[in-house]
């Protein structure tokens, strides 16, 4: 990556392991890499942010390196560092693209990840406002694997038979609670009738409503891997914890802590300790074990499968269990990563026959049908989670370069068309190093330097989680390729030039496929 080589030729003048920022700038006039390092260590030395970029400018501009890299580094403004890549530099890069599209990164460096996302109660269809987190969560771990980590994707069943919403679920399918109770639950319902009892006593409430939940999950798992095109690796169900004894174990790691007391018949945990507003109970008064316990002792069980980056995802309705489960982990010894990312709320917009439902009762299925996988996932991504969002559902229909997904899917289709056509003017052609010096025009370079940025990109996402930044790529990546193709006559009487052109194209398919695999969108050949 290039900003990794400007930081090693910067740390090597500066002569320490400084923390060195290195951004793109704003304006193309100002090159194609800068850095502030000036304004940070300017004063340390007694000079003005300026004085200090210049002399630094001096000392890289003979380093060897800076020299095969770069046209020009020099210092600008009240004291920034800016860098213009060379030309021979990206025409020898090009090479490495049309072989794969980015060099393989080891940010993670095989670290094993687990990421859990979704995991939604069983007592229903998903809704519009879970697209978000399942959507998410399948492409941060995608972008992980990438980056290096070994990605396990998880998905947690909340089937316990003593929880709230499957002692609700039972109630429901023995006719006698009407919480969860709609036409589709009715359907599951009958179902399961051979194996419930109607009347049954209370005792039987949890098994009749882990049996709904049960029938529920196969169709959520059936829509996530076949509709959805959201695949996990691991399915890992609450109620096994319960059998396999793992909320036992975990409630005498507490108590061997000396965190755990009792009051008013349930036993509590101190996690105003660690800074909580209030201790949780982990069992109650009746002798059931509470949900935090179970949390725990998941979480625990994920320790233990030696897991050294945990990353939970919730969605808007669980943001106060966000501390507690970091206080969790604080108290479990957990010595690796450990982040907890909050999805915000989802709204409709337009959508015909949805146009007058709240956003929020929209099941999930009934939007993908409506606008078809590839537009949901690109819209659901196109903000930062921490932001509520408003799906558009006219545009996420439209077959026109206004809706982004058919934009950057109809580049991708142009890309492969030119390459077809060229087929019939040279069969194979053989890339060498003087093709791609022919590849002067401002356009041209335009493109490999953004063909560059996809392996930053990945680097940045796998830090932040900021997923989004992979669907502004994407739309960047198509509308430079556009000016390309607009200002560059691809097939021409010039062979040579064709010849470099082509593997320019070749590299642009590359990356944009690997682009559109990892945010799970399809890649259409032809449109």
């Known amino acids: 990556m290039i900003r990794e080589k400007i930081k090693q030729i910067l740390k090597k003048a500066l002569k320490d392991a400084y923390e060195i920022k290195i951004e793109y700038p704003s304006d193309e006039k100002f090159g194609d ?90 007592t229903g269809k998903f809704q519009v406002g879970n697209g978000r987190g399942g959507f998410y969560g399948d492409v941060l771990g995608n972008v992980l694997k990438l980056a290096g980590y070994a990605v396990k994707k998880e998905y947690y069943i909340n089937n316990a038979k003593s929880s709230n919403q499957i002692q609700e679920l039972g109630k429901t399918a023995l006719g006698a609670g009407d919480k969860y109770l709609t036409d589709y639950v009715l359907e599951k319902i009958e179902k399961i009738k051979p194996a419930i009892c109607a009347g049954s006593s209370p005792a039987h409430i949890g098994e009749a409503g882990y049996l709904l939940a049960e029938e529920i999950h196969k169709d959520s798992r059936k829509f996530l891997e ?37 009051k008013e018949g349930a036993k509590w945990l101190r ?23 179970a949390d725990i002792a998941y979480h625990l069980d994920k320790k233990k499968r030696g897991f050294k980056v945990i990353i939970d995802v919730f969605g808007a309705d669980h943001q106060g269990h966000v501390e507690p489960m970091k206080i969790a982990m ?21 959508g015909g026959r949805f146009s007058k439902r709240a956003g ?15 537009a949901a996932r690109f819209f659901y991504l196109m903000k930062s989670i921490d932001t509520q969002i408003e799906f558009d559902f006219d545009l996420a229909k439209e077959q026109s370069e206004k809706n982004p997904v058919y934009y950057v899917q109809y580049a991708y289709a142009r890309m492969n068309s030119i390459l077809e056509n060229s087929k019939t003017k040279i069969q194979k052609p053989k890339f060498k190093g003087q093709n791609f010096n022919l590849l002067n025009h401002e356009s041209e370079l335009k493109l490999i330097k953004y063909l560059i940025r996809w392996s930053e990109v990945v680097e940045d996402t796998a830090k932040d989680f900021e997923v989004h930044r992979i669907i502004g790529y994407a739309t960047g990546l198509s509308s430079v390729f556009n000016g390309f193709y607009r200002d560059c006559r691809v097939i021409s009487d010039d062979k040579d030039l064709t010849i470099a052109r082509l593997g320019l194209v070749i590299a642009a398919k590359n990356v944009l496929k690997e682009v559109l695999e990892s945010l799970g969108i399809s890649a259409p050949e032809y449109m």
């Open 33 to 122: 890499y800068a850095t502030n390092i000036a304004f940070v260590l300017a004063k340390a030395e007694s000079k003005s942010p300026r004085e200090f970029a210049e002399s630094l400018v001096s000392k890289i501009s003979g380093n060897k390196k800076t020299r095969e890299i770069f046209e020009k580094a020099e210092a600008a403004g009240s004291g920034f560092i800016n860098f213009t890549v060379s030309k021979n530099f990206l025409q020898n890069e090009l090479k490495e693209y049309i072989a794969r599209p980015t060099p393989r990164m080891n940010i993670g460096r095989g670290k094993k990840l687990n990421i859990e996302f979704l995991s939604a109660n069983p």
């Open 226 to 262: 076949e509709k959805a095109g959201i695949h996990y690796d691991v399915w890992t169900e609450e109620q096994k914890l319960h059998e396999e004894g793992r909320l036992e174990e975990a409630l005498k790691i507490l108590e061997k802590k000396g965190l755990i007391y009792e």
């Open 330 to 350: 604080n108290i479990l010894d957990y010595d690796g990563k450990f982040e907890v990312l909050v999805t915000q709320l989802v709204q409709a917009k337009g």
């Open 360 to 374: 929020n009762v929209i099941p999930l299925e009934e939007l993908i049908d409506e606008v078809g996988a590839d």
């Open 271 to 293: 996690t105003t300790d660690f800074g909580d507003d209030k201790d949780k109970v982990i069992v109650r008064s009746n002798g059931e074990y509470g949900y935090f316990l």
